[in-house]
């Protein structure tokens, strides 16, 4: 079974520019998670989708942060503009509704944003 | 709000030591609680993943407990060895039940040959 794939693997800008971050998920996991985890600290949760509906976006910055899910499918998360804060590596994950109950997600490798 | 804290930041230890690194949170309504490993410029990897009706749970060298009451969960590490080196991180599910996890901000273990 693949696993979660995501591209790029590493992004430099400059700040104000904007970026955007590819994920596929395992083939048929219905909910896929994008989570920001910045140096030293753990993930933070961005959102969540589940099919093509957001389940909670409470967390995204919502100025300068956007996220879509067409078809149920890939997903793509975009910054703009981005600030030097911004500056993280960008997780996704994706789980199956079978899976709901113990909550097990699948990571990807991240992307690694490096804003200057 | 849940918070998710773990202790300590960092960790080093010789080959063959036996550790513990320690998880603690603020909401004991949980209904499970997952330790995962962080290896540089991958992604987390589950390592275990314990019920709330559980206290333990038993994977090769690792073991982790779970004491609601209390809000803290360990995970001891058997004889380590140098490929155990990454980082630890203890995530609980978030109150809303969507399958959010909520993550500490992780332990990062060094075991030296």
């Known amino acids: 079974e693949a696993g979660v794939a995501q591209s790029p693997r590493y992004k430099i800008i400059e700040k104000r520019q904007s970026v955007a971050f590819w994920c596929n998920p395992i083939s048929g996991h219905a909910t896929l998670y994008w989570y920001q985890q910045i140096l030293g600290q753990g993930p933070k949760l961005l959102i969540q989708?589940?099919?093509?509906?957001?389940?909670?976006d409470s967390q995204l910055p919502k100025d300068r942060f956007s996220a879509e899910r067409l078809k149920g499918v890939d997903s793509t998360l975009k910054i703009q503009p981005a600030k030097l804060e911004d500056s993280a590596v960008y997780l996704c994950?994706?789980?199956?509704?079978?899976?709901?109950?113990?909550?097990?997600?699948?990571f990807g490798p991240g992307t690694r944003l490096t804003v200057l | 709000k849940q918070e998710v804290t773990q202790i300590p930041a960092a960790l080093s230890v010789p080959e063959g030591e036996n550790l513990v690194l320690n998880c603690s949170f603020t909401?004991?309504?949980?209904?499970?609680l997952q330790w995962f490993r962080q290896d540089p410029g991958k992604g987390l990897t589950s390592l275990l993943l314990?019920?709330?009706?559980?206290r333990e749970q038993t994977s090769g060298r690792l073991n982790a407990s779970l004491d609601k009451s209390s809000g803290r969960s360990t995970l001891y590490i058997a004889a380590s060895q140098p490929g155990d080196s990454a980082t630890y991180l203890c995530?609980?599910?978030?109150?809303?039940?969507?399958?959010?996890?909520?993550f500490g901000q992780g332990t990062t273990l060094q075991v030296k040959p």
């Open positions: 909401d004991s309504a949980i209904y499970n």
């Open positions: 314990i019920q709330s009706s559980q």
């Open positions: 994950a994706s789980s199956s509704i079978r899976d709901r109950g113990t909550d097990t997600q699948y």
């Open positions: 989708f589940q099919n093509n509906g957001v389940v909670d």
């Open positions: 995530a609980v599910p978030g109150s809303s039940n969507t399958g959010k996890l909520i």
